[in-house]
């Protein structure tokens, strides 16, 4: 172990924090180029063969950036994407970063340090780094902004220069340091762990952009939300949200352990699409006729369609949301887990005054509102699983064949559960059991 993650362990000052080296090689899970053709012809991509855990070289800091200690990370859907190289392999993202010149070069490297959330300790930042300094305990955003770029500060996620940290760049967050800019830090609610802090940033973001923001479907007091893989990481912090804004979820699963788990978040209305055949349509009328199976069962159980759709499905339940909605309802999607090419029945759509809204993460004002409600006791972390960084193949592969509810906590330098909560008090009010939903049930 290096003397600087022996001081970090040991709960070492900034000061001390500062003198000490910086290691020239850190552990990470990574992915190689040299595998890009590594499942061709195979059915079943097993991430587990394309992720790497092994020493890299620590890349060099530029001024707007921070080095951080990753106590805890977790896993995210674009995981599996890049450990399987598709819909393209990540590493295109990186060589056309690295053209710009400048700290960008660092980028493109034969390896890919991968993973898009985080939370740990600053221990060194960069010169033109004026908010963060060493010892701070922070949660990192996934989302990477030129500042110099206008629409960045109208919405960032409309500039062209925005990219998903792990992800479109290196140095991610499944590793036990990463570089990040200055801009993608927030504070870490001081009442949580480690792992359940670091579950949350991505996902919840998102999930908040999506129904939240002015920038997403804008739900108020009252309205019905259908909410589809609803103890996903993204859709469990969607019912959270639709609760907490005087909303009435209705969270749809596809099986009845899942149901249960959906039970313990609150969700007002859960249906089991297995029990209803929910799922499959390969014809127009399939959906249609599953649309209509849907909404009856809705209407019985609130009185109304839903005014919102929240779809990050994509191919197998698109069209059913767009049917669903009521007339001037909205359809607002951020993915496409089960296939990009959207089939709809477009009268549904124009003729009843109906809207597609895509989302995507969230800018760092959306973000920032979100802590907010998590360092409240407002949103509770949705981790139901906590693997060590030398297993994160068998992590990923638990998202990557849907065999996981809420989010996959990764431990990275934190040598055990239960460690970095500087507000005892508040997570005493709070309670354990209501801070970990889905792992009481």
């Known amino acids: 172990m290096d003397s600087l993650t022996e001081a970090l362990l040991s709960g070492a000052s900034a000061e001390a924090l500062e003198r000490e080296e910086v290691p020239e090689y850190y552990t990470a899970a990574h992915l190689r180029a040299e595998d890009t053709g590594l499942f061709a ?28 200690a990753v106590m805890a990370s977790a896993i995210n859907y674009n995981t599996v994407w890049s450990a399987t190289f598709e819909p393209v392999p990540t590493f295109k993202f990186l060589e056309r970063f690295g053209r710009q010149g400048g700290y960008a070069a660092r980028h493109h490297l034969p390896y890919q340090v991968i993973g898009s959330d ?68 927030l504070p870490k609610p001081g009442h ?43 859709g469990a912090f969607a019912v959270q949200l639709v609760k907490q804004a005087g909303g009435i979820p209705v969270g749809v699963v596809g099986s009845e352990q899942k149901a249960k788990v959906l039970q313990s978040l609150g969700c007002d209305v859960v249906i089991n699409r297995a029990e209803i055949g929910l799922g499959g349509a390969t014809t127009p009328q399939e959906t249609i006729e599953q649309g209509k199976r849907l909404g009856r069962i809705i209407r019985q159980e609130v009185g109304e369609d839903p005014s919102v759709a929240f779809d990050y499905i994509g191919r197998a339940t698109f069209g059913i949301s767009v049917f669903t909605v009521r007339r001037g309802g909205t359809v607002v999607t951020c993915g496409s887990s089960t296939g990009y090419q959207h089939e ?93 939903p889905l792992r009481s049930v």
């Open 41 to 68: 012809g195979s059915d079943d991509k097993d991430v587990r063969r394309s992720i790497r855990v092994g020493q890299v070289p620590m890349p060099e800091l530029a001024p707007d950036e921070v080095l951080v």
């Open 118 to 185: 985080g939370a740990g300790v600053v221990v060194r930042a960069g010169a033109g780094v004026r908010r963060w300094q060493a010892g701070d305990h922070v949660v990192l955003s996934c989302v990477q902004v030129d500042e110099s770029e206008p629409a960045t500060h109208a919405d960032a996620m409309l500039g062209a220069e925005q990219r998903i940290w792990g992800y479109e760049t290196n140095f991610g967050g499944l590793a036990h340091y990463t570089v990040v800019k200055a801009s993608q830090l």
């Open 344 to 436: 709809y029945d477009n009268r549904y759509l124009w003729m009843n005054s109906k809207r597609i809204v895509g989302s995507h993460a969230a800018n760092l004002q959306e973000q920032a509102e979100c802590n907010r409600l998590v360092a409240l006791g407002k949103l509770a972390p949705v981790l139901s699983r906590v693997y060590d960084l030398d297993d994160v193949g068998e992590a990923a592969r638990l998202v990557q064949t849907n065999q996981h509810t809420g989010k996959v906590g990764v431990l990275c330098l934190a040598p055990r559960e239960g460690l970095g909560v500087t507000d005892p008090a508040l997570r005493e009010r709070i309670g354990a059991a209501a801070l970990n």
């Open 192 to 234: 949580l762990t480690w792992e359940e802090s670091a579950g949350v940033m991505l996902t919840a973001a998102t999930s908040y952009r999506m129904l939240i923001s002015d920038k997403g479907a804008r739900i108020k007091l009252g309205d019905v939300v259908l909410i589809w893989g609803a103890t996903g990481g993204l």
